[in-house]
């Protein structure tokens, strides 16, 4: 069994084909008949597992078994601890109530990778780092999420999943996990 960590940078496409403009998983890990456990959308970052262990697979993508997994996200302007709160609580979303999140602020994260394309920024609207851990794994949840609270995400980088971290991978970098 094969079991691979990737930190997948921007406006890559989380599967192997079929990216027209955009790169794929192809472009950067040879390792064959393995598939992501999940995904993350095309302006997301972060960690990606790949295997080819059904099993393994399963666990981590499917909602049943609630999998925490953590974001760190770059969000425009700052939010208060209101704000966090209705993260912890869950949010209404157009497809139902979120699960309540682990949210809090951090400092910005050191020694990140530049993200190519670089976010917007403007001159007078702050931008603030937040680490939002969920149970679920909606599409563009975290996105969603911060949006209704009323804090756009600029950037969005998934840390960890499980036990897993993106510690000791830059952007486009992939290892492979010991077999178990």
């Not at 609270?149 to 960890?160: N, Y």
Request: hydrophobic share 40%; glycine share 8%; charged share 25%.
């Amino acid at each position: 069994m094969a079991t691979l960590l990737f930190n997948k940078p921007c406006d890559v496409i989380c599967q192997f084909s079929g990216g027209g403009s955009h790169r794929t998983l192809a472009d950067f890990i040879p390792v064959k008949d393995v598939y992501p456990a999940g995904r993350l959308d095309t302006d997301s970052e972060g960690l990606v597992v790949l295997t080819n262990d059904g099993r393994l697979q399963n666990r981590i993508s499917h909602p049943q078994h609630k999998l925490a997994k953590t974001y760190w996200v770059q969000v425009e302007g700052i939010p208060i601890e209101d704000d966090l709160e209705r993260l912890r609580i869950g949010v209404m979303l157009n497809d139902g109530p979120t699960l309540p999140a682990d949210a809090q602020l951090i400092t910005a994260p050191q020694n990140l990778w530049a993200r190519n394309p670089p976010i917007r920024i403007r001159k007078y609207i702050p931008t603030t780092w937040i680490e939002v851990r969920l149970r679920e794994g909606r599409n563009r949840q975290i996105r969603r999420m911060t949006a209704a609270i009323g804090h756009p995400a600029l950037r969005l980088i998934r840390w960890q999943i499980g036990d897993w971290t993106l510690a000791g991978l830059n952007s486009g970098e992939w290892r492979e996990l010991p077999a178990s």
